[in-house]
T-cell receptor
Framework: QKEVEQDPGPLSVPEGAIVSLNCTYSNSAFQYFMWYRQYSRKGPELLMYTYSSGNKEDGRFTAQVDKSSKYISLFIRDSQPSDSATYLCAMNSGGYQKVTFGTGTKLQVIP | DAGITQSPRYKITETGRQVTLMCHQTWSHSYMFWYRQDLGHGLRLIYYSAAADITDKGEVPDGYVVSRSKTENFPLTLESATRSQTSVYFC????????????FGQGTRLTVV
């Protein structure tokens, strides 16, 4: 079993929809949770990160962490075609040495 | 231009050849990383560096060598390329120990034939 599980998709939604992207994990030591967006043939770019449990909002994006369920989510409101990309979750227990990435979920927002 | 750049962007090489992938960052970030990205595996850490002359192995270091004589450069060398090293390689840098503000390069797509 992988330490971080992420549904690869693809996930297709109409423009304006609310998108929910999720990851589950097994390592209870994880404390930092990150979401990256990766456009085709580009490097990942950090969208946002959260520490421990709770919600964090940044514009149309909301990251949610439920440590009791070992489950994290990224919500995208009013999705746009420009949001079409692969979304990677990442997490670690602190420090730079060991960041574990999910395999990514491919999202397509249809105009 | 400020940022992190990788070269080359695309490379085809033959089995057994030595290949070096370059990574250069202009922010003077302390931490630098090399990842490979393969379908079904996500990003896996090859090597990382906390500062010039300080490097350490990641999850999949076999067959790779790194050096960091200058803060801004972090080259990755495949000593004797194998087909299993066909992948997309990403370099990243961060000024924060927790990796929460890491920046990735555009990637090098390497094919070993």
């Amino acid at each position: 079993q992988k330490e971080v599980e992420q549904d690869p998709g693809p996930l297709s939604v109409p423009e304006g929809a609310i998108v929910s992207l999720n990851c589950t994990y097994s390592n209870s030591a994880f404390q930092y949770f990150m979401w990256y967006r990766q456009y085709s043939r580009k490097g990942p770019e950090l969208l946002m990160y959260t520490y421990s449990s709770g919600n964090k909002e940044d514009g149309r994006f909301t990251a949610q962490v439920d440590k009791s369920s070992k489950y994290i989510s990224l919500f995208i409101r009013d999705s746009q075609p420009s949001d079409s990309a692969t979304y990677l979750c990442a997490m670690n227990s602190g420090g730079y040495q060991k960041v574990t990435f999910g395999t990514g979920t491919k999202l397509q927002v249809i105009p | 231009d400020a940022g992190i750049t990788q070269s080359p962007r695309y490379k085809i090489t033959e089995t057994g050849r030595q290949v070096t992938l370059m990574c250069h960052q202009t922010w003077s970030h302390s931490y630098m990383f090399w990842y490979r990205q393969d379908l079904g595996h996500g990003l896996r850490l090859i090597y990382y560096s906390a500062a010039a002359d300080i490097t350490d192995k990641g999850e999949v270091p076999d067959g790779y060598v790194v050096s960091r004589s200058k803060t801004e450069n972090f080259p990755l060398t495949l000593e004797s390329a194998t087909r299993s090293q066909t992948s997309v390689y990403f370099c990243a840098s961060s000024d924060v120990e927790g990796f929460t503000e890491a920046f990735f390069g555009q990637g090098t797509r390497l094919t070993v034939v």
